[in-house]
C-alpha cells in the first residue's frame, strides 16, 4: 500500500476500516449524489485492490458478495488496501434498474469511463476515475445482472 493513499481527501490508516463518500453533485431535489466507498487497509502494505458493484442499478446480489467479504476480513492478515464499492450508481439504484433514466446521451455508467463527464452518469464515472481507479492495482467489477435473470443464477 501506498503509504500516502488518499481517497475524498481521507488518508488511508493501515490497519483500519474507514467509510468515505465521494460527492459527485446534487440532484434536482437538493440531495447529494455521492459514491460511498470502504477502505479496509491490511497491517502491510501491499496493492491497492478496487471492488466495484452495482455499475448498473439492478445488479444488487453483488452489494451482499462486497458486504460479507469486508465482515470477513482481518486486516492483520491483509496485505495492502481494499476499496469498495457497494453501489457504484445510486440514482440508477434507487430506480431498480439498470441505467440511469435521465434521457441523456450517456444513461449507462459501465459504458461512461474515459469520457467528457458531462451528463450524470459521466460525472459519478469521472469521480470513480479520479479518486480510485488512478490509484488501484488490481480491481474486480461485479457484473451478476438481476434476479432471475436468463443471464446468471444466484443459486448456482
Known amino acids: 500500500m501506498d503509504s500516502d493513499l488518499i481517497v475524498g481527501g481521507v488518508k488511508a ?6 467509510v468515505v463518500r465521494l460527492p459527485v453533485t446534487t440532484d434536482l431535489n437538493g440531495a447529494p449524489v455521492e ?9 502491510r502494505p501491499g496493492p491497492v485492490f478496487t471492488l466495484l458493484s452495482m455499475l448498473h442499478g439492478n445488479e444488487w446480489l453483488s452489494v451482499l458478495i462486497i458486504r460479507r467479504l469486508l465482515e470477513s ?3 492483520k492478515q491483509v496485505a495492502g488496501t481494499i476499496l ?17 433514466q435521465d434521457d441523456s446521451d450517456s444513461p449507462d ?3 461512461a469511463f474515459g ?3 458531462l451528463w450524470l452518469c459521466d460525472q459519478i464515472a469521472g469521480v470513480i476515475e479520479r479518486e480510485l481507479l488512478r490509484k488501484t492495482d488490481l480491481m474486480l467489477d461485479f457484473h451478476i445482472s438481476d434476479w432471475g435473470s436468463t443471464m446468471a443464477s444466484p443459486l448456482w
Open 35 to 43: 459514491v460511498v466507498t470502504h477502505i479496509a487497509s491490511g497491517a
Open 84 to 100: 469498495a464499492v457497494p453501489v457504484a450508481n445510486p440514482v440508477a439504484f434507487l430506480t431498480g434498474t439498470r441505467s440511469i
Open 115 to 117: 469520457g467528457p463527464f
Open 109 to 111: 455508467l459501465n459504458r
Open 13 to 18: 490508516r493501515r490497519g483500519a476500516r474507514q
Open 73 to 75: 476480513l482481518d486486516l
